[in-house]
Every structure is written in C-alpha cells, then in structure tokens.
C-alpha cells in the first residue's frame, strides 16, 4: 500500500510539484472564462435572432456577404507573417486571416454613428433590451454629448 508521503515523494520525482500545478490552475480557469464567453455569445446570438428586426424581409433571399460588410466597415485585414527558415525571411503564412467579428460588428456601429461596442451591444441584449433600443439609446447618447 502506498502511503500520501511515498505519493508525495513520487509527485516530486516526477516534477509535478512546483509551478506545474499552478500552470494547471491558471489553464482551468482560461478554460472555464473560453466557456462562459462562448456560453454567452450563445445566449446572445439566439435572442438576436428572435428579434423581429432581423426577420427575412419578403422577397429577399440573402443578405450582405462578409466580404461587403468587411469593406463597408474597412476593416483592417492583417495576414500574419511567419518565418520560413528554408527561405531565411519572414513570409505571409498560409493560413487564412483572422477576422474578430467583435471588431468588426463595432466597426460597424461607429460607421452608423453609434457610440458603443458589439459588448456593450451583447451586454444590452442579454439584459433584456432589443437591438433596436440600443441603437436609438447610442445615438441619442451621441447627440447628448455634442
């Protein structure tokens, strides 16, 4: 039978001990808050499409590409560039860009002429307001401050 000092001893041997099991803790955490974000884009997602405002309109089979929302907002697409040890420089990586939609959508809304962001828009949302409320409350904010 193994006694908890021999467990100890072993955890030690095999470098267990120390900073690993802080490094652990520090992983579960990112983990759980990754969840809770995805957990509430969810949430946030499903009542935005109950809202009537985004019904399909008759007549309309598609909206706006990504493509289309990406130049009307301007947004900055960055290619990320990796070091090809082969060619000895820096080259654009294969992958395809990343696009944060947060930044996008916020992008979006400054273009409209709405002070706030896509969280303050998402915060709104799972409170209980409607798209629309917070685009008329941002604006009328907007036209307040000047």
């Known amino acids: 039978m193994v006694t908890n000092q021999q467990s100890l001893r072993q955890v030690d041997d095999y470098g267990v001990k120390g900073e690993q099991p802080d490094q652990t803790t520090d992983d579960l955490h990112e983990l759980v808050q990754r969840k809770q974000r995805a957990l509430k884009a969810k949430a946030f997602f499903k009542k935005l ?7 399909p309109e008759p007549g309309r089979t598609a909206g706006r590409s990504l493509t ?7 947004y900055p697409i960055k290619q990320e560039m990796v070091f ?3 060619e000895q ?3 654009p990586s294969e ?9 996008l ?7 409209k002429g709405i002070n706030g962001t896509f969280e303050d828009m998402m915060d709104h949302v799972l409170e209980g307001g409607s798209f629309q409320q917070f685009l008329s409350e941002h604006k009328l904010a907007k036209r307040a401050s000047m």
């Open 68 to 74: 289309e929302w990406l130049l009307m907002a301007q």
């Open 95 to 103: 992958t395809r860009p990343r696009i944060d939609l947060a930044e």
């Open 105 to 111: 959508l916020t992008l979006l809304l400054r273009k």
């Open 89 to 91: 420089r820096y080259v």
């Open 84 to 86: 090809d040890y082969h």
């Open 49 to 55: 499409a109950d809202d009537p405002l985004f019904a």
